[in-house]
């Protein structure tokens, strides 16, 4: 089959790899229809992380499923499926508990609990970014999804930024009514915005400098906040009456910069801090890894930063942070779509066949002005 294979910073190829194929009894392989580029992708396409070379990419899945093994029963051969991000064992003490992003049974690697497809240091499973994809424990990891092909670039945001999204403004403690600043008009950052709205939020900024982004921010409701013309706080403390905001959900991540373009990783930590007000919350989905000292790229190296403790303590604040667990939401987030509350394929701007997979890479790890969220369809 057809994948789209990492074989170093900045270089993925799309090749003949070995098909997918049913493993484990419980195991299901599904026929991928559509398939993301992530900005999680971009951590290890950037060479932050010791991903190794010949790993298949690709955490996004939305697609059909081909075979099914004997442990299998819920699942069928032809159900349309979304596949959750993270794989998940179902039995596990965090799964039971919801939080089948740190699921303690699927990733091997010492000290990570949780994994994912296609990623690194989260498990041996390959990517979705290919023809096909095989998913472990099928019968608790997929999500149906309607027959056919309706809402499909809605169903798509599914296997992960949606749900993304909705938990950062959950880590964050929203209620309705509440005032929340997102920082990051990335996907998750949008995603974050539309669920604030969706859940009662009163207003939801969303800063950014990147103004295509900031204009989709603009377009369902929220209000854009450039961070190119100016301190973001000062902006949007001026538009609360000197009060801040309820609630703040980080979307950015390690590579948060300045206008200049220079990284600092604890600009956005900081930023959230001064602009939520004393005692609110703030939700962080934006990834921030331990160091890995096999990282390809010397100089993008993670792990310890410096930021404003301080003062988060003095304001009594709250902060949840972490991969998102995907299952907890998806069900409820495919209603919102199928009964048009939910309208998360706004964000697309590309849909391109599993061969662009590259061009697709190149221009959104560019920030191209456009490339805001690029599907990939395997087999069109
Ligand atoms: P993205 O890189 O396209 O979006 C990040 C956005 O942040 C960009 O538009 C960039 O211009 C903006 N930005 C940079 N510095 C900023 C600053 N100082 N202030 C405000 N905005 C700034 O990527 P994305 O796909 O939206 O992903 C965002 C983050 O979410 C990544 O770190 C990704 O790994 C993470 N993520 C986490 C989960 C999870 O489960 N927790 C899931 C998916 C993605
Ligand atoms: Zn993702």
Not at 114 to 139: C, K, S, T
Not at 275 to 284: F, L, N, Q, W
Not at 326 to 345: C, E, F, K, S, W
Not at 360 to 366: A, L, P, Q
Request: aromatic share 8%.
């Amino acid at each position: 089959m057809k994948a789209v294979v990492y074989q170093g910073p900045k270089d993925v190829v799309v090749k003949e790899v070995p098909d997918a194929r049913v493993e484990e009894p419980t195991d299901a392989v599904v026929r991928i229809t559509t398939t993301n580029i992530c900005g999680s992708d971009l951590h290890m396409y950037e060479g932050r992380t010791s991903v190794e070379e010949g790993k298949v990419l690709g955490h996004e899945n939305t697609g059909v499923v081909e075979a099914v093994g004997s442990g299998v029963s819920r699942v069928k051969v032809g159900d349309r499926v979304s596949v959750p991000f993270n794989i998940a064992c179902g039995s596990c003490r965090n799964c039971v508990h919801g939080w089948t992003s740190f699921c303690l049974r699927m990733n091997p690697t010492e000290g990570m609990d949780g994994a994912a497809y296609g990623y690194a240091n989260m498990g041996p499973y390959d990517g979705g970014q290919a023809e096909f994809l095989r998913v472990p424990h099928a019968d608790f990891n997929l999500l149906d999804l309607p027959a056919g092909t309706e809402h499909e670039n809605d169903f798509t945001m599914l296997s992960d930024i949606f749900p993304t999204g909705w938990h950062g403004v959950e880590l964050s403690g929203m209620v309705p009514g509440d005032d929340v600043a997102v920082f990051g008009a990335g996907p998750v950052g949008l995603m974050a915005a539309h669920s604030a709205l969706i859940k009662g939020a009163s207003r939801v900024f969303v800063v950014d400098k990147a103004p295509d982004r900031l204009r989709l921010a603009a377009s369902i409701g929220a209000v854009p906040v450039d961070f190119s013309a100016g301190d973001p706080v000062e902006q949007i403390t001026e538009q609360t009456r000197g009060r801040g905001v309820d609630r703040g959900v980080e979307a950015v991540g390690y590579q948060a910069h300045d206008p200049s373009g220079e990284e600092h990783p604890e600009l956005v930590l900081d930023n959230l801090v001064k602009v939520v007000r004393a005692t609110g919350g703030i939700g962080v989905v934006g990834v921030y890894m331990p160091e890995d000292p096999g990282a390809a790229n010397e100089g993008a190296k993670q792990g310890r930063i410096g930021w404003d403790y301080g003062t988060f303590f003095t304001k009594g604040q709250s902060m949840g942070t972490g991969q998102a667990p995907v299952m907890r939401y998806n069900r409820q987030l495919r209603d919102l779509i199928v009964a048009g509350r939910a309208t998360p394929g706004f964000i697309v701007s590309h849909e391109l066949p599993l061969e662009q997979a590259p061009e697709g890479y190149r221009n959104f790890d560019d920030r191209v002005e456009g490339w805001t969220k690029v599907l990939l369809h395997p087999g069109s």
